[in-house]
T-cell receptor
């Protein structure tokens, strides 16, 4: 069974701080995706990483895919209250379905 | 906005009842996947439909069933509702089966009393 473990599950920080969210598995994934979800809405895709060691940047967000394609991280620089939300990583499993981590709830206080 | 719509937005049912949730996929997408998301958790894959056929199923009992129509819209049916079925039900559409990029709708919040 392919599983994705996210850490931390909850994060409450002050505006301007940096943070990193981790997504780990013992299984290899063909790709990993990061989503952000706000209350009452569906997940919105932020990025897809495909190649081991790949780094992608989206403004203040930096995404990295591990060399072995088993883990990924999301780093946010100078967090803002608008970054508040549930961050989800998802892997494309060996049957093609998306396997989600349990999510990281981020609260950025002004 | 992804162009994926779901109805209804909210629904309250009692244990033992049956429910039907609906999803309209994004234009040009022929694949719909359904997920269940419990409060504070990540979504869990229920099943996927591609060109009106079920194309993969997660670890959900047979009382969870679905349909996909010729226009690629989809329904999720749940029979004999249980309290634990209370969750946000998400559908996601994509351009084909087993493609990485799926676009999610806003979800239907189901409460079972």
């Amino acid at each position: 069974t392919q599983l994705l473990e996210q850490s931390p599950q909850f994060l409450s920080i002050q505006e301007g701080e940096n943070l990193t969210v981790y997504c780990n598995s013992s299984s290899v994934f063909s790709s990993l995706q990061w989503y952000r979800q706000e209350p009452g809405e569906g997940p919105v895709l932020l990025v897809t990483v495909v190649t081991g060691g790949e780094v992608k940047k989206l403004k203040r967000l930096t995404f990295q895919f591990g060399d072995a394609r088993k883990d990924s991280s999301l780093h946010i620089t100078a967090a803002q209250p608008g970054d508040t939300g549930l961050y989800l990583c998802a892997g494309a499993g060996n049957t093609g379905k998306l396997i989600f981590g349990q999510g990281t709830t981020l609260q950025v206080k002004p | 906005e992804t162009g994926v719509t779901q109805s209804p937005t909210h629904l309250i049912k009692t244990r033992g009842q049956q429910v039907t949730l609906r999803c309209s996929s994004q234009s040009g997408h022929n694949t719909v996947s359904w997920y269940q998301q419990a409060l504070g958790q990540g979504p869990q894959f229920i099943f996927q439909y591609y060109r009106e056929e079920e194309n993969g199923r997660g670890n959900f009992p047979p009382r969870f069933s679905g349909l996909q129509f010729p226009n690629y819209s989809s329904e999720l049916n749940v029979n004999a509702l249980e309290l634990d079925d209370s969750a946000l039900y998400l559908c996601a559409s994509s351009q084909g089966p087993w493609t990485d990029t799926q676009y999610f709708g806003p979800g239907t919040r189901l409460t079972v009393l």
